[in-house]
């Protein structure tokens, strides 16, 4: 063991079990395997999850190459299968459907973004649309899949992906990580929390039979009741639902029906949206939506009339306000996953805000003085997390044209924030994008939503008008033909998984 100063935090308690704690456990445990430190994680076996699929963008892939683990097991493990995006419908107009993509949309032209040559294009009629350019696209609409080529001079070295699996599955995955390397797990459920009189500070979890569990630091997953963060510190809550009013959900898995997709697809609803995440062994669906214009009896119904194949169990209901804790990081508590705040999972970034919280913790680990300069810039970087991409879903909702119910007649009216309307503004002048703060979404996904919901700029880059109009429509016609015959070479998605990565059979 490495030698370490008296305040090195020696003992974590991470309070919650699910996709947050065991993620968090198996990365510290990781990070920590030269160092005298114990992890515990407390999770109930009384608590359930809802468990109907899980839905992630490739960061991810960041996340397991950390933790040195196989591709091909984790998906085999969690019965995973592989997403190239996103596919919108019933957003923009009832009846109209886009694709967000993970990748580029075709290479930029001497410094300037692809999609200004494309815009220019397109609108003098010498261009398919934007899709045609976005490998990733045309290969999850063919139904292909294959890992991104390693020789940079492929189009398919432009591949990019994420996958789509059994939360729960995934927690099992990472216990048996996290237990193997060490940490110890606990069966109990948490009675109450011990505070210091005089600090406030944290200083251990009383459990049902009033044993304690003492910690230095201590870690709450405990989902949305944020039993330390907020039960505890009373950290207060940002609540954001007057942007993005949605409040209650409604999941229930179904039977797989025919070959699973290469990607999620979103549904607009009435008063909501619809998830279709496809697994190996059955599809997770859910229904998100507003109480205020539909009850839980019709968010049911609008659910079960929707699946395309038998359901699997009965519904389960979720309830939250969307927003975010004022502290992420409060003495020695740091909320990780839905106690730090819940965006609804439309652009899936529930995971990635676990996956950023432990990256940014592990850039200011603390010692046993938590020292407010570090607490404060974690919680300064993370709240960029959040505020940007509750602009970008946002985005969805506000960017509609949609008039034929009150949800969507109120999105498309209200007032947004001004972070967002900047975006707005750029865009629709020049069809620029502009990334800021290491913000999570580039100008790929940008340019998808604002182009598949009709936001379409007054002109374009003045420098494309630089660039020969012969010359420039025969490089788009090589990258739409190039585009075509690499997806016409990819294998098809379920033939790729039974290859490498099927799970085993139950």
Known sequence: MTQVSDGFVRNIAIIGGGTAGWMTAAAIIRAMKDYPCTVTLVESGDIGTVGVGEATIPPIQLFNRMLKVSEDEFVAATQGTFKLGIEFSNWRQKGDSYFHPFGKYGADIDAVPFHQYWRKMHRRGRAPALEAFSLSTMAAKAGKFSPPSA?????????SHAYHFDAGLYALFLRRYAEARGVKRLDRTVRDVRLNAESGFVEAVVFDDDEELCADFFIDCTGFRGLLIEGALETGYEDWSHWLPCDRAVAVPCEQFGAPLPYTRSTAREAGWQWRIPLQHRIGNGYVYCSEYCDDDKAVSTLMNNLDGAPLSDPRHLRFTTGKRKKFWNKNVLAIGLSAGFMEPLESTSIHLIQAAI????????????????????????????LRIRDFIILHYHATQRDDAPLWEYVRNMSIPDTLQHKYDLYGSRGRVFRYDEELFADTSWVAVFEGQGIQPDRYDPLVDTYDEEKLAAVLERMRRTIVAGVDSLPAHEDYIARHCAAASV
């Open 151 to 159: 020789d940079p001079k492929s189009v398919l070295s432009q591949m």
């Open 359 to 386: 990256a940014k913790l592990m850039t200011v680990y603390p010692d046993r003085r938590f020292d407010p300069i570090d607490i404060d810039e974690y919680n300064r970087l993370t709240e960029i997390d959040y």
